[in-house]
Structure formats: structure tokens, C-alpha cells
């Protein structure tokens, strides 16, 4: 009796964990998802590490107009024989000891800085499109991931209620074959029907478990156990709306895409870069200042205390150091163009980006246009040969037809429905990719959030 009630209160134990954690199942919009990918994806975090780096470099940049202050402090030791002013040699040991503080100033340096400190922000705002780019691209890979999961939750969801269908054709045909109205051998195939219809749906459940799995590995998630998708902004779209022609699309993005911005961002630098340097061609003018002291001690001498000769050897000094260049070798030349070739490859590079994106808008807008056609048509085959599979299973329930004729049915409407849903969720996932290009949608809403922040 105890073996029993223990027995009996952990399997209720069980079953209110199993209840609990089902209840504690975390429902994601593709927002959501989005976000989240974008706050703890590695790469992402890496392109955040690059922009504080430039921030890093513009404050460098900007603090060299500053004077640079250092201390020195020097200590020797002298022993054996020397030569002394009596032109004799003794052995004298000396100490020496020197400080000092000095201070540099630059006045002119053939608009070095101002250059450098322009450049470094044009560097910086790349970086920021870097960084830009680096979240549209894991929230245009979470949206496909996230339709690929829906697809698979659908195909799932058909294959169970097709796996309840042929249960009840199979208890009806046991009930037939105890009467002797059909024969044993049509009933077995009725049962092997009924267990293909129990393997497709164990696979169509990996499938979707695992299509879950890849979706939470790029949500960065420990696991995918509580996890349950939301259609909210997906399966709601208009699917019927006219689509935007590649040319409007890419006339109204080209310049909002944060590639072409971060291209076009280093492009400007690069003048700033030429004219950096140019600088070497002009002369430098720099201010400088300091003062400093020192203490000296000579063995078998008297010699003056430490403080007293601190202050009598204390001296100060400024001045002004220009530097005028004459020949370097032609270094300044070639760093010219150097920079020149740097700024020609910049061009090509912008040029090479904007025509990689129209590119991409146009295979995307043809992907929809053949997207939505395939959908419309998939539609029309999906609902005739689900009619016909209807009408074959009345006709099987009459004795007016077989299970081999209800199994070419069945399988004809199985393949119309996944090529239905396919097509479904490609369609939809190349609106959604049309519409970030365009500057919209759900995909370009969490990123610009994101970029905010």
C-alpha cells in the first residue's frame, strides 16, 4: 500500500512539473525574437567592441592638441681613478643626481591633428553602420528561422490531424471486418496506412523540434524546451497587396542601407586622410618648457648640502622649436598617394555595395512575385485534392472504394498541402524581406529600435 501512494505521489509530482514548466512556456513575436537575438548575439557584441574602439581613437585624436607634461629623475655613481684638474689621476667616488619637469605645446603641425581628429569621426560613424548592418543581418536570419519553425509547426499540426483521420477509418474498418463486409487483407493495409501516418508525424515533430532548436541557438538561448512562437505580424500580412518595384524600392533605401552608409562614411575620411598626409609638406612649430635641478657629491670633499645645491642649480627654460622639412625621401609623396589609392579603392568599393544591393532588392522582388504565384496556385491544388481525398474516404466508409485508391489520395493531398505551406512561408518571409529593404516591416523595426538604443 505505501509502495503504491509513493508511487502514486511521484507521478503526481511529475505531472505538476509537466504542468508547470507548459505553463511557464514563453510565447515570442518575431519582435521579440529579433531583440533578443540582437542583444546577445557574439558577433554583434564584437561590432560594439570595434565602434568603442574608433569612440576611443576620436578622443585620442582630439587630446593631442593638449600639451604632454613628463617628469625625469636621473641617479649615477662614479668610482676608481679619474682625471682631476691638476692633471693627476685619485681615486674619487661622486654622486649625481638630476631632475627635472618638462612641457610640450604643439602650435602648428600642418593641420595634422585637425585632420586626423575629422577622419576619426567619419571612422567612428562607420563603425556605427558596421554595427548597424551586423543587426539587420541577425534579424533578416531570425525571421527566416522564425517562418522555418512555423512551417514545421504547420506540417506537424497536418500530419497529426491526418494520423486522427486514419485512426477512425481503421476503427471503422475493424468494425467492417468483424461483420466480414471487407477482407482481412484490405484491413492490414488500412493498418500500415495508419502506421505511416505515425511515422510522419514523428518526423514531422523532429523536424519542427529541430527547426525550434536552430531558432533558439540564434536567439542564443540554453534551450528551446519553453519556447512557443507567435504569428502576431507574420501570418496577419496582406498577402494580396501590389509588391514594390525593385527600382522604387532601392531609390528610397539606397542611402538608409548601413552598408552603403559606412562605405560612403569611410569614403569622406579618406580626404581628411590624403590631406593628413600632406601635412608632411609643411613645417612644425611646437612650444616647449621646463625646469630642473641638480645634486652633486664628491668623495674626501666638502660638499654642499642636498637642499642648497637643489636650489641653487634650479633652473628654468622655454622656447619655441620649428621644424622645416627639406627632404624626406620622398615618404610625404608616396604617403599621398598612397592615401589617393586607398580613396580610389574606397569608391569602387561604394560603387561595388550600392550595385550588390539592387541586386539583392531585385532577386528578392522576383523571389516574391514567384513566391506568389507559386502560393496562389499551391492553394487551388491543395483544396482540390483535399476535396478529392474527402470524397475518396466517403466513398471508402460506402465500400465504393479501396485503400490503395484512399492511399494514392491521401498522398496526393499530403504533397499539395506541403508544397501549399511551403510556398505559404516563402511568400511570406520574401514580403517581409522586400518590406526591410523598403524601410518597414517587422524585421527593419527592431533593428532601428535596437540602433537607438
Known amino acids: 500500500m505505501k509502495k503504491r501512494l509513493y508511487i502514486a505521489l511521484m507521478v503526481g509530482s511529475l505531472l505538476s512539473t509537466h504542468l508547470s514548466t507548459a505553463q511557464e512556456k514563453k510565447i515570442w513575436t518575431l519582435r521579440e525574437c529579433i531583440e533578443h537575438a540582437i542583444a546577445h548575439n557574439i558577433n554583434i557584441k564584437q561590432k560594439e567592441i570595434a565602434k568603442d574602439n574608433e569612440a576611443l581613437a576620436l578622443n585620442t585624436a582630439r587630446m593631442s592638441r593638449l600639451p604632454s607634461v613628463s617628469a625625469s629623475a636621473s641617479y649615477g655613481f662614479n668610482f676608481g681613478r679619474s682625471l682631476q684638474s691638476d692633471n693627476t689621476y685619485k ?73 486522427d483521420l486514419s485512426k477512425e477509418l481503421e476503427a471503422a474498418h475493424a468494425e467492417k471486418l468483424a461483420l466480414g463486409k471487407v477482407a482481412e487483407a484490405e484491413h492490414y493495409e488500412m493498418k500500415a496506412r495508419t502506421a505511416q501516418d505515425t511515422t510522419n508525424v514523428v518526423t514531422a515533430r523532429n523536424n519542427y523540434q529541430l527547426a525550434l532548436l536552430e531558432l533558439s541557438q540564434l536567439l542564443e538561448l540554453a534551450s528551446p524546451d519553453e519556447m512557443e512562437l507567435s504569428t502576431d505580424g507574420i501570418i496577419s500580412e496582406d498577402y494580396t497587396a501590389s509588391i514594390t518595384s525593385p527600382q522604387a524600392i532601392y531609390n528610397q533605401s539606397v542611402w538608409n542601407r548601413p552598408d552603403i552608409r559606412s562605405t560612403q562614411y569611410r569614403l569622406q575620411g579618406s580626404e581628411h586622410a590624403i590631406k593628413m598626409a600632406r601635412s608632411g609638406y609643411y613645417p612644425t612649430l611646437q612650444l616647449g618648457g621646463g625646469v630642473n635641478s641638480n645634486y652633486f657629491k664628491m668623495s674626501n670633499v666638502p660638499n654642499a648640502s642636498f637642499g642648497k645645491q637643489m636650489e641653487d642649480n634650479f633652473a628654468q627654460h622655454i622656447g619655441v622649436q620649428l621644424n622645416i622639412p627639406i627632404f624626406d625621401r620622398f615618404a610625404t609623396r608616396n604617403r599621398i598617394r598612397s592615401a589617393k589609392l586607398q580613396q580610389s579603392a574606397l569608391r569602387l568599393q561604394l560603387e561595388e555595395t550600392k550595385k550588390g544591393l539592387y541586386k539583392e532588392i531585385q532577386t528578392a522582388y522576383y523571389s516574391a512575385i514567384a513566391a506568389e504565384s507559386k502560393y496562389k496556385s499551391s492553394q487551388t491544388t491543395m483544396e482540390a485534392a483535399e476535396k478529392s481525398y474527402q470524397l475518396m474516404v466517403e466513398k471508402m466508409k460506402y465500400g465504393k472504394a479501396n485503400v490503395s485508391q484512399l492511399n494514392e489520395s491521401n498522398t496526393a493531398w499530403q504533397k499539395a498541402t506541403s508544397d501549399m505551406l511551403q510556398a505559404k512561408y516563402d511568400y511570406i518571409f520574401r514580403t517581409h524581406i522586400l518590406r526591410f529593404y523598403a524601410g518597414e516591416g517587422v524585421v527593419w523595426e527592431s533593428t532601428r529600435e535596437q540602433n537607438k538604443q
Request: zero cysteines.
Open 91 to 163: 681615486r674619487v667616488n661622486t654622486q649625481n643626481l638630476s631632475t627635472g619637469i618638462s612641457a610640450s605645446l604643439p602650435l602648428f603641425t600642418g593641420f595634422q591633428i585637425s585632420n586626423e581628429i575629422a577622419q576619426a569621426k567619419y571612422n567612428l560613424k562607420a563603425a556605427v553602420e558596421d554595427l548597424n548592418k551586423a543587426k539587420e543581418d541577425i534579424g533578416v536570419a531570425v525571421a527566416q528561422k522564425f517562418v522555418e519553425v512555423l512551417f514545421a509547426q504547420e506540417l506537424y499540426a497536418t500530419a497529426r490531424r491526418q494520423l
